[in-house]
């Protein structure tokens, strides 16, 4: 990820989310709190990261379903009740959740193909596994 940073093909911005902007469902602006100052991005897409602290700070103002303040998801999925938020990893919740980083690794695959079909709709998904495929270990360097 760094290296497409320093390509220009991502922006980072580390920091806090201040607040969103969108309609019908579609998002247009976020509002980010960096170290600088606040910075208003126009996007239609986000990742936001949140890591090391279970604390859903502007989040929780979100309008989502929440449980003891973790994020309750579908477990088909990981989306919250908002269509197209989601959540994976200890600030989420469901029946038999499991805090263990394999739980969050499950949950960021079952997670990734929603947000994909969101994101492509009708684009098949083909997967791939390092141990078989040559074009993904020429893109790792290892074939």
Do not use: C
Request: glycine letters at 12%.
């Amino acid at each position: 990820m760094r290296r497409l940073v320093a390509e220009g093909k991502v922006n980072l911005l580390i920091g806090q989310i201040g607040g969103i902007e969108g309609a019908d469902g579609q998002l247009s602006a976020v509002t980010i709190r960096t170290a600088e100052g606040e910075v208003k991005l126009p996007t239609t897409r986000m990742m936001p990261f949140f890591g090391l602290t279970m604390k859903l700070g502007p989040v929780g103002d979100w309008g989502l379903e929440l449980n003891d303040n973790l994020i309750a998801v579908d477990t088909a999925k990981f989306q919250s009740s908002v269509p197209g938020v989601f959540a994976i990893g200890d600030i989420n919740q469901y029946p038999g959740k499991l805090k263990l980083i394999l739980s969050g690794f499950h949950e960021a695959a079952l997670m990734a193909q929603a947000a994909k079909s969101i994101v492509s709709p009708g684009e098949r998904v083909i997967f791939q596994y390092t141990t078989s495929s040559t074009k993904l270990q020429k893109k790792l360097g290892v074939a």
